[in-house]
């Protein structure tokens, strides 16, 4: 349980403090109208992600006996977070154009995170691929999975948030890059472990 509590708790951060489009969103609507707005903007994956973990699950469980087909998603799972990681090491900080009129509400929130193509490449390659394996443990596991992951996922927009409110700078700061720098270098060592399970599920190990 705690393995994949620990997973779902670096996916979380990582996905969390990562630039992005909802991050974009939360960043704006604090920065324009108060903390209260990005708080809003930041609960969005809430209302957006059952039906997509749902979907990727079931089509998963599908293929659960086909070995090469689970390997080579696990390996593009892989791929997926070590491109994520690189992205966290080599952000110089976010930017923003508060020019342009952003979304406002909770329900446009979860419309920016629906349309954006990161909760399904991550749900079919990286996310499903660990809750099927947590179910094969216990029930217990993929709970711990989907409660770190939530819980550190929001709680890290959130967290953003209320920095942002209180000092607009952070996002250009040191303390934001290293933060991300340290998430990125974790999230190339989880790559290393999903491209194991790939190549073992392929019988290449």
Known sequence: MLHFLTIGTVLGLSAGFAPGPLLTLVITE?????????????LSPILTDLPIIILTIFVLSKLSNFHGVLGAITILGGCFVLYIGYQCIS??????????????????????????????LFWFSVGAPTMTKAMNLNHIAPAAFILGFYSFLIGSKVFLAILVGKSKTFLSGTTYIYTMRFLGLTLCLLAMFLFYDGLSLLKLL
Not at 33 to 42: F, Q
Not at 99 to 112: F, R
């Open 30 to 42: 604090t920065l324009q109208h108060d903390i209260k707005a990005g708080i809003k903007v930041a």
């Open 91 to 120: 952000t110089q900080g976010v930017e923003l154009n508060l020019d342009e009129k952003k979304p406002k509400s909770l329900i446009k929130g979860a419309l920016t995170n629906a349309l954006s193509p990161h909760p399904y």
